[in-house]
C-alpha cells in the first residue's frame, strides 16, 4: 500500500474460490484459512476514490497455490478497495473524572496528564472530525494522598484509525488545605477627570482556600480587587471584581458585591 493512502474498513476484501486438488491437501486449509495477497505496486489501478483488482483465475494459478492445486472459480473477479488520505493529527487529552476528596484536602495545583495530548493517523475524512480524546470516566472517593493512576483512553473503535498512546498517567499533588482572609484594596478604574470620586469601603474581605505549606506566603500583595466606573448601573454603586489572585490558592472571593460611592467637586 501507498504509505500516503489507507484501505477504508467498507472496502469488499473477501473472494469465494472454488479448488480441486488432493484430499491432503485440503487439511492446509483446514488448519488456516487461505489468504490472498494483493501487491499495491502491480496488481491494482486507481480509479477516482477506489483502487480496483481484476485478476484471472490463471493468475491466481500461477502466483498464490501450489501446482497440485487447480483453481476453478473466483467471484467476484473484481474487487473495490476505498481508500482515504492518511492524516496526523496531535489533539489534546480531556480528563473525564469525578474526585472527591476527603474533609480538608484539595489538589495542589492542576492535575498533570502525561501525555497530555496524542497523535491520530488514519483518514482525513475521519481524523478530521476528532478535536479531542476523553479518558475512560474514573470516580475516586475520600482522596488524601497524591494521585499516580493510569488511565485508559476511550478511542474510536474503528481499525481505519491509529493512536500514538492508548492510556495516559494521571498525577496530582494533594494537600491539606485550610481557608485564609485578607482585607484587599479597591481601587476604582475609567472614573472621568472631572470628577473626584469617594468611595466606602476602600479594603473589602478575600477569603480563599490554600494548601497549609502554601499559607504564608500568600499576601495583600498578590490579590488585585477593581471596580470600573463604566459599569455603574442604575442603583449608583460601583461592583467590585476580583482581577487578579495568587495560582497556588482555590476558591478565592470576595465577601461584598457593592460599593457605595459619591461625587465631589
Avoid at 479531542?132 to 481499525?159: H, R, Y
Wanted: charged fraction near 25%; glycine fraction near 4%.
Amino acid at each position: 500500500m501507498p504509505l500516503e493512502h489507507v484501505i477504508l474498513n467498507d472496502s469488499s476484501n473477501l473472494l469465494y474460490i472454488t479448488l480441486k486438488t488432493h484430499g491432503f491437501k485440503w487439511l492446509n486449509y483446514y488448519m488456516k484459512e487461505p489468504e490472498i495477497v494483493v501487491d499495491f505496486k502491480k496488481d491494482v489501478y486507481r480509479k477516482d476514490s477506489e483502487y480496483i483488482w481484476h485478476k484471472s483465475i490463471k493468475y491466481l494459478k500461477n502466483t498464490q497455490f501450489e501446482d497440485q492445486v487447480e483453481v476453478l472459480n473466483i467471484s467476484p473477479d473484481t474487487l473495490y478497495f476505498k481508500y482515504g488520505t492518511n492524516l496526523v493529527k496531535k489533539v489534546p487529552v480531556v480528563l473525564k473524572s469525578d474526585i472527591n476528596f476527603g474533609l480538608g484536602y484539595d489538589v495542589a495545583g492542576d492535575f498533570e496528564i502525561s501525555p497530555d495530548s496524542i497523535s491520530i493517523i488514519g483518514p482525513d475524512i475521519l481524523v478530521s472530525k476528532l478535536d479531542f480524546i476523553e479518558t475512560e470516566p474514573v470516580t475516586l472517593v475520600d482522596v488524601k494522598s497524591d494521585i499516580s493512576k493510569v488511565m485508559t483512553l476511550s478511542l474510536p473503535n474503528t481499525a481505519d484509525l491509529k493512536f500514538s498512546n492508548k492510556s495516559i498517567l494521571l498525577k496530582g499533588k494533594v494537600e491539606k488545605f485550610t481557608e485564609g482572609k485578607l482585607k484587599v484594596p479597591v481601587h476604582v478604574i475609567n472614573s472621568p477627570d472631572s470628577l473626584r470620586i469617594k468611595y466606602f469601603p476602600k479594603e473589602i474581605n478575600v477569603s480563599y482556600y490554600v494548601s497549609l505549606n502554601n499559607f504564608n506566603s500568600v499576601t495583600v500583595k498578590d490579590f488585585e480587587i477593581i471596580c470600573d466606573y463604566n459599569k455603574v448601573g442604575k442603583t449608583s454603586t460601583l461592583t467590585p471584581e476580583l482581577v487578579a489572585f495568587p495560582k497556588q490558592v482555590k476558591n478565592a472571593k470576595i465577601n461584598q458585591q457593592r460599593i457605595e460611592f459619591i461625587i465631589t467637586k
